[in-house]
T-cell receptor, first 115, second 115 residues
């Protein structure tokens, strides 16, 4: 299957600072990428759909000004958590949409801890 | 709106025993169905998918799932559990609201394999 990477794999930041997470599709071009959030022992919650060259589409209840998504190229999408707070601590996972219908390839995730 | 229900948040089997992880879905249109596996602190790996072809789908690592429309089920099975199968398993259904590529995930089932 396709390879998707995330960087960093884990990050600790202080409350009030911003953190950028990168999601790269390494061996295919991804017009669409997805960003998920996962709390411990819970399922994945879709945050937003990232489309190359256009604005991201956010799910209901997700603050677009807090979670900034940029998809400037066909292989890179970034999620920036702005003014992070401890409640933003979570596991963030991205995926790239493959050529087949509803096929998604997932990155390894980024563990964010806000102190 | 469609949904996915995974019966049993935790399943424990002995090594060599049958693995059965249950998934029921609701969808008003023929769905695409997926099973993913997640190891600790990692992203999701696709085990198998149903896309309206054969109802019995074979996946990686010896897993298979059968699509039963009459029961709206897509249970995951493996004849003989291995210690390395211990992980979190997620069932997912395609989002029927337009060609969004979104997936809706179940709550997840933790599989424990005892020696």
């Amino acid at each position: 299957g396709a390879v998707v990477s995330q960087h960093p794999s884990w990050v600790i930041c202080k409350s009030g600072t911003s953190v950028k997470i990168e999601c790269r599709s390494l061996d295919f071009q991804a017009t669409t990428m997805f960003w998920y959030r996962q709390f411990p022992k819970q399922s994945l919650m879709l945050m937003a759909t990232s489309n190359e060259g256009s604005k991201a589409t956010y799910e209901q209840g997700v603050e677009k000004d807090k979670f900034l998504i940029n998809h400037a190229s066909l292989t890179l999408s970034t999620l920036t958590v702005t003014s992070a707070h401890p409640e933003d601590s979570s596991f963030y996972i991205c995926s790239s949409q493959g050529p087949s219908a509803y096929e998604q390839y997932f990155g390894p995730g980024t563990r964010l801890t806000v102190t | 709106a469609q949904s996915v229900t995974q019966l049993g948040s935790h399943v424990s089997v002995s090594e060599g025993a049958l693995v059965l992880l249950r998934c029921n879905y609701s969808s008003s249109v023929p769905p695409y169905l997926f099973w993913y596996v997640q190891y600790p602190n990692q992203g999701l790996q696709l085990l198998l998918k149903y896309t309206s072809a054969a109802t019995l789908v074979k996946g990686i690592n010896g897993f298979e799932a059968e699509f039963k429309k009459s029961e709206t089920s897509f249970h995951l099975t493996k004849p003989s559990a291995h210690m390395s199968d211990a992980a979190e398993y997620f069932c997912a259904v395609s989002d029927e609201t337009g060609n969004t590529g979104k997936l809706i995930f179940g709550q997840g089932t933790t599989l424990q394999v005892k020696p």
